[in-house]
């Protein structure tokens, strides 16, 4: 009689824990280095490490979220690691990459049938960091699902595949495990970016490992889903002289605890459209720059404004925006449209095939719930419990004014620990700050808009330097041995190394 022989259930384990790793490894390392770019002046291979892939979220649905991760030019293995998120909700990662704070920019140049181009971006926050550029929520950019239903998402979702994004894309690159996280965002990801970090906190509770090394948050012209994020656009504009005074007291009179978006009285509604033909004449995004197409964070695609191009070496892309004119800022997003939708740039970027049917600066196919209707209490928890926030505006945005930012921030209740004044770049003034306890920071940035580093990028790589190199509020003392009066007189070897520590 024949016995079969099975493995002890101890082997069985064993090799069952190992097929899961093995598996789960498989999902969370679909990376793809990035040598050379189409596009890219001077051509050669890029200054800078570039890497792209993908890593998915939700088993069931098959929800993976695209990724562009760019090493810190200055010492990878030391340097933050920043986890950066785009507002919308539904922007491209990519955002970021070429209009803010990465390596990368698009020459300002007219469309002429061929791929457009792009250069090195001398202030980018990779001089000094390592840089994760999501496209989150799914349907964000290249990001893309299996199942329809899977492109329903909120601020809860969106928030919750952030967090699994980023424990299985350490996993794989367990080398970054120990560099300082920071979770940064801007516009509507400031809304969404204090969640993340408020469940990176629960998750580093329950002892789950990787243990994330988070150490704070950064969030740029932020919303809050609080009232004061869209009622401020009226003192702002009051301020700035557009409005009369006259209008601007008789909204205050009329309006007092309403939302500016949905007004219910009827003398609030009337007076607020007012407010609305004044605004409507300016570009909200920065209220000095023109008033152009495709200014909103999430463009509008309007029938009979749609047109076709075609990108030579047969990379056809689908229909456009509306293009704006070359001297408007926005003609980077038009740019941007063509060279993301162009086979050879999908295919340097290892861009799955078939994924998705057409790369959009934000997405039009969201069915996005705003479920959390303020972020505060989740700051709040965060800074009290240690870990450090930067809050900054641009002072020329009237989409999200800094003045309701700088309200928002008062309503926490914080004492003040530096009091308002300049900071400098160059010796000139790049804006404004405050510093409160528990660890939080306001600044302005003078002359930006929305967003800040799109209008002014030298002066916020540098306030982003300075916050992420600045331990102002630790206090450390140390003694060093055989030094007398003063210690680096007789110990300079030792004192050195205790400076550069």
């Not at 005074?245 to 939302?259: A, T």
């Not at 920065?286 to 695609?301: F, G, M, R, W």
């Amino acid at each position: 009689m024949l016995t079969a022989n099975y493995p002890h259930p101890s082997i069985m384990r064993v090799f069952l824990f190992f097929l899961c790793i093995f598996r789960w490894f498989l999902l969370a390392s679909a990376a793809f280095k990035v040598t050379h770019l189409p596009g890219f002046l001077p051509q050669g291979a890029l200054p800078f490490h570039l890497e792209t892939g993908y890593i998915e979220v939700d088993e069931v649905y098959g929800v993976e979220l695209f990724y562009y991760f760019i090493e810190s030019e200055r010492n990878p293995s030391e340097d933050p690691l920043l986890l950066w998120l785009t507002g919308g909700p539904g922007c491209s990662g990519f955002c970021g990459l070429v209009l803010e704070i990465g390596p990368l920019k698009f020459i300002s140049e007219r469309y002429n049938g061929s791929l457009p181009n792009l250069v090195y971006h001398t202030y980018s926050w990779t001089k000094v960091s390592n840089i994760i550029f999501l496209d989150s929520p799914v349907g964000a950019g290249f990001s893309f699902s299996n199942h329809p239903q899977s492109y329903e998402s909120g601020d809860k979702s969106w928030s919750k595949h952030v967090i699994i994004f980023l424990r299985k894309w350490l996993i794989d690159h367990q080398q970054f495990l120990s560099n300082p996280l920071y979770i940064a965002g801007d516009s509507y990801a400031g809304k969404v970016v204090p969640l993340v970090v408020h469940n990176v906190l629960n998750e580093n509770d329950k002892e789950e490992q990787p243990k994330f090394n988070i150490q704070g948050y950064m969030i740029g012209n932020p919303m809050t889903g609080e009232l004061i994020d869209f009622n401020a656009r009226v003192p702002f504009a009051f301020g700035m002289g557009i409005i009369s005074d006259e209008l601007y007291q008789r909204i205050d009179e009329n309006c007092k605890g309403e939302d500016y978006e949905n007004p219910k009285s009827s003398p609030c509604a009337s007076l607020l459209q007012i407010f609305e033909n004044f605004k409507s004449e300016l570009c909200e995004q920065h209220i000095l720059e023109p008033k152009c197409s495709l200014d909103a964070p999430k463009p509008k695609y309007i029938v009979g404004t749609r047109r076709s191009m075609k990108v030579q070496e047969s990379n056809t892309v689908l229909f456009g925006p509306p293009i704006p004119e070359l001297k408007c800022r926005t003609y980077a997003y038009y740019l941007m449209y063509i060279w993301a939708n162009s086979n050879i740039v999908q295919e340097a970027l290892n861009v799955k095939k078939e994924t998705i049917k057409e790369w959009r600066r934000c997405s039009d196919v969201l069915n996005y719930t705003k479920d959390i209707s303020s972020n505060l209490k989740y700051q709040v928890n965060i800074t009290t419990s240690g870990y450090r926030a930067l809050v900054y505006s641009g002072d020329h945005d009237m989409a999200l004014p800094f003045v309701g930012t700088k309200e928002w921030v008062k309503s926490l209740n914080f004492s003040i620990t530096d009091r308002w004044r300049s900071w400098h770049v160059d010796g000139q003034v790049a804006g404004y700050t405050e510093s409160y306890s528990n660890n939080l920071t306001f600044a302005t940035v003078k002359g930006a808009g929305h967003t800040a580093p799109e209008y002014k990028a030298k002066e916020c790589l540098a306030m982003f330097r300075r916050y992420t190199e600045s331990y102002s509020n630790n206090l450390t003392f140390a003694t060093v041995k055989g030094a007398g009066h003063t210690a680096p007189e007789s110990k300079a070897k030792q004192c050195l190394a205790m400076f550069r520590s």
